[in-house]
């Protein structure tokens, strides 16, 4: 990306973005990437480096292990490898091992699931490869402290065998003359030491002439001599010689492995910078989560679509002192390419314009940005800032001049993957003849088809914003009661300045005030005052819509729980019935059960039986009073339906019921036991014992 000036990077504060990053990352090579953070204009790299940042935060976020944790620096060791007779130390070489076990660990990681779960993850290592035959060379040589094995050649253990016992030998023949010696007592209190790689005695000094010898020296305040035995030099002297055999072999076999190991120096390279690629992209992914950075959608051209998008660093800074911090929206697109903000000093106009531009700048740099997901971000090819005072003692150019220098650069060099930023357009010259040059300004980079954000006090260029096609006003809100910013921007409206009304806060004399005020034009006053007022009616109907919407949601909560009621009343309205229906269906099986084994006895008595009549009668029996059951329980339904037996005696005129069949009628005639009963037409002859005495249900039951 074009930068202009170049100070714009740290005008935006850029590069406390890239220190926040340096913060988290572990090694040198993510470290300088991070210092030389590069800001892409190809949207194929910019979205790889987005989506590699997403992935590893999800991974973060759900807790997972990614096998990066080694911090390894091997820049020196690797480069000495490449080099023809260079030799690596053991340690240096357990470094390179581990260089290669954590390779190891990340492609073992990186099984079939998780290759399609993190793509852009597994894109870092798809080019290479890894190689055991590294971690198997070094193991044959070097044991786990990065010692030479006994094993790493014949010499060698042939070395260390005779070593042994040479060390073995003088052990024995010096603790017998420090034995000699003590007994004789030349011996001082720490008895033994080593000089010059050889073992020496500890002898007071006023006999160190009785001790036969050679005089390696003194301590300090000439107490006690060290004195090598006369009997211990020669193996000493051998002792020495194999220790140099086997420094030789030692540095022969590492020189040796470090040449075999040479071939894999690229590899081994590109190992190293996969690791610190890996550290760089957590290293991006703990910014985004520090930052409540997401990955918005990506368009490849120019756009700008910022929905609760917040400025990085004063988010950092209001978490830390407990403050809260104001979102906003912003929507530049092909038919609203301008936003001109106006409103009241120190209202967040400026810090409205770096939040667009630095969240810009991250993009590009495949930084994940604390905007909502859903925010729609383009690629720019230039950016463009003019912010503060640019006054120059160089070259004698006033703030103005430096100020039109500046929007002849832009006016000369943008175009339609352009975004600029302008604080303050016109400022700095006389009001009517900087506005002047502020509107040719504004149309010659509408006809350049730029994007940009421009902060004005200028009416005109209020004015102009809201008859030219493809410039659009925008606000920062005030609360004029209280004399308050609210640090919201609000676009479709001019602002105020809110001039007088912050003067009449302050305490400013009355006097003063009304004399400014008709020193102003009369149609300026009324305009600025007309913007107060509508700035004003704008927050109460925000306000108002908020309820609104608050009550409507509150409407809709209740009506999902009044559907929900209805519905858990009809289910279980629906589980009673189909349990009802159950209960009479349970009846008639366990009704036809009986009767099936009522019917198997009367088969089974049927081919026993000599008198098949009695069991004709049987099955006559049951069948027959079965059916005479299921009438008499349809005509004693009917029966409950309308009356309701009262019993007592039988008495003339009575209405009574027939406990056969349930029918009733009228008492007409009693005759001893017997009475007459007229049902219907037909008179019956009944007999008293039985009938039963019933009487008409009310009507307010029959109703019911």
């Known amino acids: 990306m ?7 990077l740290l005008q935006l504060e850029f590069d406390k973005v890239k220190a926040l990053l340096a913060e988290h990352c572990n090694t040198e090579y993510a470290r300088s990437m991070a210092e030389d953070l590069r800001i892409h204009t190809r949207r194929d790299f910019i979205e790889l480096e987005l989506r590699q940042s997403h992935e590893f935060k999800l991974l973060l976020q759900n807790g997972q292990y990614f096998p990066n944790d080694h911090t390894l620096n091997l820049a020196r060791e690797l480069k000495l490898l490449s080099i023809p007779g260079a030799v690596l130390s053991g340690e240096q070489f357990l470094q390179v091992r581990r260089l290669a076990e954590s390779m190891d660990s990340i492609f073992r990681w990186f099984d079939s699931e998780r290759r399609i779960a993190y793509p852009a993850l597994t894109k870092v290592i798809e080019n290479t490869h890894y190689e055991k035959a590294i971690v198997k060379a070094i193991d044959e040589i070097l044991d786990e402290s990065g010692t030479v094995r006994d094993t790493a050649s014949q010499d060698l253990a042939d070395i260390r065998l005779s070593l042994y016992r040479k060390r073995n030998e003088l052990r024995r023949v010096f603790d017998r003359i420090l034995s000699k010696l003590g007994k004789a007592g030349y011996v001082a209190d720490i008895e033994e030491s080593f000089l010059n790689g050889r073992r020496v005695v500890a002898i007071f000094a006023e006999h160190k002439r009785q001790v036969k010898g050679i005089l390696h020296g003194e301590s300090d305040t000439r107490r006690t001599s060290f004195v090598e035995p006369e009997e211990t030099i020669e193996l000493n002297n051998e002792v020495f010689s194999l220790e140099h055999a086997e420094s030789k072999e030692v540095n022969r076999i590492l020189r040796e492995l470090t040449a075999r190991l040479s071939g894999y120096a690229p590899l081994l390279q590109v190992w190293h910078d996969i690791l610190g690629e890996y550290d760089f992209i957590r290293a991006k992914a703990r910014l985004a989560i520090d930052m409540n950075g997401n990955f918005p959608q990506l368009l490849d051209k120019s756009h700008v679509g910022l929905r609760q998008a917040y400025h990085p660093l004063l988010l950092l800074y209001n978490r830390k002192n407990n403050k809260p911090t104001i979102p906003t929206d912003i929507t530049l697109n092909d038919k609203d390419r301008l936003l001109v903000i106006s409103g009241p000093n120190a209202g967040g106009k400026t810090v409205t314009l770096k939040t667009v531009g630095l969240l810009q700048l991250m993009l590009q740099s495949g930084l994940l940005v604390p905007v909502h997901p859903d925010s729609e971000m383009g690629i720019f090819k230039q950016l463009m800032i003019h912010i503060g005072d640019t006054q120059s003692i160089e070259f004698e150019l006033s703030t103005y001049s ?19 930023f302008i604080d303050e357009l016109g400022s700095g010259s006389d009001p009517n003849l900087g506005g002047a040059f502020a509107e040719v300004i504004l149309e010659e980079l509408v006809r350049k088809h730029a994007f940009g954000i421009v902060t004005t006090h200028y009416l005109n260029l209020k004015v102009m914003a809201g008859k030219t096609a493809g410039i659009i006003n925008g606000a ?16 479709g409206k001019p602002g105020s300045s809110y001039t007088f ?3 009449e806060r302050i305490g400013l004399e009355p006097r003063l005030i009304q004399r400014a005020r008709t020193l102003v034009d009369e149609d300026h ?3 600025d005052k007309l913007l107060n007022a509508t700035e004003q009616d704008l927050r ?9 919407n608050r009550l409507l949601r509150e409407n809709e909560k209740l009506k999902k729980e009044m559907e929900a009621l209805i519905h858990r009343e009809r289910h279980e309205q629906q589980v009673e019935l189909l349990k009802h229906q159950n209960k009479i269906t349970e009846e008639r099986i366990a009704y036809l059960r009986e009767m099936e084994r009522k019917l198997r006895q009367i088969v089974l008595d049927w081919r026993k039986a000599e008198d098949k009549n009695e069991v004709i009668k049987q099955m006559q029996a049951l069948l027959f009073k079965q059916k005479e059951k299921q009438v ?12 309701t037996e009262v019993g007592g005696s039988v008495e003339l005129g009575n209405k009574v019921m027939m406990k056969k069949n349930h029918q009733v009628g ?9 009475a007459i009963v007229q049902v219907g037409l037909v008179p019956i002859t009944v007999e008293l014992a039985d009938l039963t005495v019933v009487q008409d249900k009310p009507q307010e039951a029959l109703d019911d």
Do not use: C, Q, W
């Open 402 to 420: 430096s100020h039109l220098k500046n929007m002849k650069y832009f006016m000369e060099n943008a175009n339609g993957r352009t975004l600029f």
């Open 501 to 503: 009304s912050i003067a």
């Open 540 to 548: 109460d109907l925000e306000k108002k819509e908020k309820d609104l």
């Open 2 to 8: 074009k930068i202009f000036p170049e100070s714009a």
């Open 476 to 491: 920062m809100a005030f609360d004029e009661t209280n004399l308050l910013p609210l640090y919201k921007l609000t676009v």
């Open 666 to 674: 009228t008492v007409k005639e009693i005759r001893g036991k017997k």
């Open 525 to 527: 006053f009324r305009l």
């Open 632 to 643: 008499n329980e349809k005509v004693r339904k009917k029966f409950d339906a309308k009356y």
